[in-house]
């Protein structure tokens, strides 16, 4: 099985919303990753968890808040977004040996 | 830090035309090279990848790349492409000490026209 999940697939959320995304992949892979992508533009890092701890976190916002309860799930919780935090959310993992990541289909995010 | 480079935001080419996608980079520091591509409204798939051995890498979809140490460049062919490659083509590098962060190029958009 070489496959990330995550739901939802759509979100559309009000400014006052608190809301999460969740990723869960089953490849034994010890890094888990999210990025955000706008339209037309590369996928952007968020945070990195690798061995379940926060390794990286590339300066986000604490609006965003993830959390990694087991090897298998990440979460992103989402609280007082702005409405340019609406993209493409996408949750990767990787193989910390072979290197190559993994990624799920992504959350659609419009925030309103 | 590293950067990469990808001059080409779009390739126009006819169906059963080669194609070649450019991909460039910078880096004080060795690093391990892939090619991801992204269909609409989905996620991003592993082409290929270079870690090291044999310059010519094969991955899927009949897709190649050949890492050139010297001119730092890591181009992404196919000997004819189909419709069905439509879709935006990432380079990205990861240094080899494991830092865990991939540093994307800004993407090709490739459209085959029939």
């Known amino acids: 099985d070489t496959e990330v999940t995550q739901t939802p697939k759509h979100l559309v959320m009000g400014m006052t919303n608190k809301k999460s995304l969740k990723c869960e992949q089953h490849?034994?892979?010890?890094?888990m990753y999210w990025y955000k992508q706008k339209a037309k533009k590369p996928p952007e890092l968020m945070f990195v968890?690798?061995?379940?701890?926060?390794?990286i976190n590339e300066s986000v916002p604490s609006r965003f808040s993830p959390e990694c309860p087991n090897s298998s799930l990440l979460n992103l919780h989402l609280h007082a977004l702005q409405p340019e935090d609406s993209a493409l959310y996408l949750c990767?993992?990787?193989?910390?040996?072979?290197?190559?990541?993994?990624f799920g289909p992504g959350t659609r995010l419009t925030v309103t | 830090a590293q950067s990469v480079t990808q001059l080409d935001s779009q390739v126009p080419v006819f169906e059963e035309a080669p194609v070649e996608l450019r991909c460039n980079y910078s880096?004080?520091?060795?690093?391990?090279l892939f090619w991801y591509v992204q269909y609409p409204n989905q996620g991003l798939q592993l082409l290929l990848k270079?870690?090291?051995?044999?310059?010519l890498v094969k991955g899927i979809n009949g897709f190649e790349a050949e890492f050139n140490k010297s001119q730092t460049s890591f181009h992404l062919r196919k000997p004819s492409v189909h419709i069905s490659d439509t879709a935006e083509y990432f380079c990205?590098?990861?240094?080899?000490?494991?830092?865990?962060?991939?540093?994307f190029g800004t993407g090709t958009r490739l459209k085959v026209l029939a």
């Open positions: 990767a993992s990787s193989n910390t040996r072979l290197h190559e990541q993994y």
């Open positions: 490849m034994g892979h010890r890094a």
């Open positions: 968890y690798s061995y379940e701890k926060l390794s």
């Open positions: 880096s004080s520091v060795s690093v391990y």
């Open positions: 270079y870690l090291s051995g044999s310059t």
């Open positions: 990205a590098v990861t240094p080899t000490s494991g830092t865990y962060k991939y540093i």
